[in-house]
């Protein structure tokens, strides 16, 4: 069966791209979330297999989103990769300590995307 | 029906990114606007704490998204540019006030406008030129 991965970003571009790589080139199936409020519910509906999640958004940003996850027994154990345009730098430090499998740079090689999600991942 | 082969789906997916580089390119040119009503306000030291907080979200998306679509040099000058409004945050608590910039300010306003010219030169020259995306 497919992998189901939960892309959420709040640039439609991105995302949008983001979901083309993932589909096309990894093969997978690919949801999407605008922001970390609407990335909560569609993990706890759809359980997805992992989730890339942006950092910086406006109101629930990424470390909102990953802390409102493991408080939900339903999607604490989703695996979480940040994609993100801040690598290092004082905001970092924030989200140091978060149970998140990796960090993606942005911006990302739509081509290799999905091999970097996967060796993450252990896919 | 055969199955798509590693290069079809490369075709494909360099299809994707050339359908929406054109969108990316007008989005971006959009946000040097917030960035240029958000230095202006600085410049006059006039500028609230929401409009160079968006004014930083909107360099920092550009980071990212100018990037993905083939424009790695506005990439990196979006950066420095997100540095300079996250810093002008954290240094100038009363600029809303029209407290004039200190020397250090006025220098870093001036560099953050060198940046927002040469983003959108290199935008609009791409926009006109039909830029193809890398990748």
Redesign the interface.
């Known amino acids: 069966m497919s992998r189901r991965v939960l892309v959420v970003d ?2 439609p ?2 995302r ?2 983001a979901k ?2 993932l589909e ?2 990894g093969g997978w199936t690919v949801l999407t979330a605008g922001s970390g409020s609407q990335a909560q519910a569609i993990a706890s509906s759809e359980q997805p297999d992992a989730l890339l999640l942006d950092v ?1 958004m ?1 109101g629930m940003d990424g470390p909102a989103t990953v802390l409102a996850l493991q408080e939900d027994a339903t999607t604490r154990d989703i695996p979480v990769i940040f994609l ?3 690598v290092g ?1 004082r905001r970092s430090d924030a989200w140091a300590g978060l149970p998140v499998v990796g960090v993606i740079p ?6 290799t995307l999905s091999a970097e999600v996967a060796q993450l991942l252990g896919w | 029906m055969a199955a798509l082969s590693a290069e079809d789906h490369e075709q494909a997916m360099h299809a994707v990114l050339h359908t929406l580089t054109a969108s990316a390119l007008s989005t971006n040119l959009a946000r040097c606007l917030v960035l240029d009503s958000a230095l202006t306000a600085l410049e006059q030291g006039r500028c609230t704490d929401t409009v160079r907080l968006e004014a930083e979200q909107a360099a920092h998306q550009m980071v990212g998204s100018a990037g993905t679509f083939g424009f790695p040099h506005v990439s990196d000058l979006a950066g420095e540019l997100e540095q300079l409004l996250a810093g002008s945050g954290a240094e100038d608590a009363d600029s809303a006030d029209g407290t004039p910039a200190d020397p250090g300010e006025a220098t870093d306003l001036a560099r953050a406008r060198q940046l927002l010219a040469q983003i959108q030169a290199e935008l609009t020259a791409g926009s006109a030129g039909g830029h193809q995306p890398a990748g």
């Open positions: 709040d640039d571009l991105l949008e791209v083309a790589a096309m080139v910086m406006p993100t345009a801040k730098g942005k911006p990302f090689d739509p081509m």
